[in-house]
């Protein structure tokens, strides 16, 4: 079984399948009628060097079953950049065999590369699957995250 990560912007012809991934997540996280104008906007940002968007696929046998999306984020306490992971998401098919691991594992190698310091990222509080990989991974902050709609 191959296995690698390409970055979404070199594999337009995988758009269909980064859509069906990224509905996954959506609908995971309880947006399963997330509008078609959401997924083109993002996908015009995974494609759009000026923008700070980013994201990758997880391909298995050139079949895509994962994504990340991530981020450069200013950190102005310490006066230098971090990495965001806004979305991770596995084909529930083929969890379990590491790809999450790995996408994980490559964000962290584009951080090292460009001098990111701390990757975070947010799962929900009953995201137990996940959580058990972020906690073999990570270190668990103690922050709580607000949101004030505008």
């Known amino acids: 079984m191959s296995f690698e990560i390409v970055d979404i912007a070199t594999v337009p012809a995988l758009k269909a399948e980064w859509r069906a991934l990224f509905h996954g997540y959506a609908t995971f996280y309880g947006r399963p009628g997330t509008p078609d104008a959401v997924f083109e906007t993002v ?10 968007m980013e994201g990758v696929l997880a ?16 950190r102005p306490s310490y006066g230098e950049d971090m990495g965001y ?33 701390v990757i975070r990222w947010t799962t ?19 922050w709580n995250l607000y949101e004030l709609t505008t």
Do not use: C, M
Request: aromatic share 8%; glycine share 16%; no cysteine.
């Open 43 to 52: 996908w015009g940002w995974l494609n759009d060097p000026a923008h700070e």
């Open 59 to 74: 391909l298995q046998d050139g079949r895509p079953v994962g994504l990340a999306h991530f981020r450069r984020q200013p």
């Open 85 to 117: 992971l806004d979305d991770l998401f596995v084909d529930p098919e083929v969890r379990g065999g590491g790809i999450g691991r790995r996408l994980i594992g490559h964000v962290a190698a584009v951080g090292r590369a460009r001098g990111w310091g």
């Open 124 to 142: 929900a509080d009953d995201n137990y699957r996940a959580r058990g990989l972020y906690d073999q991974l990570a270190k668990k902050t103690s």
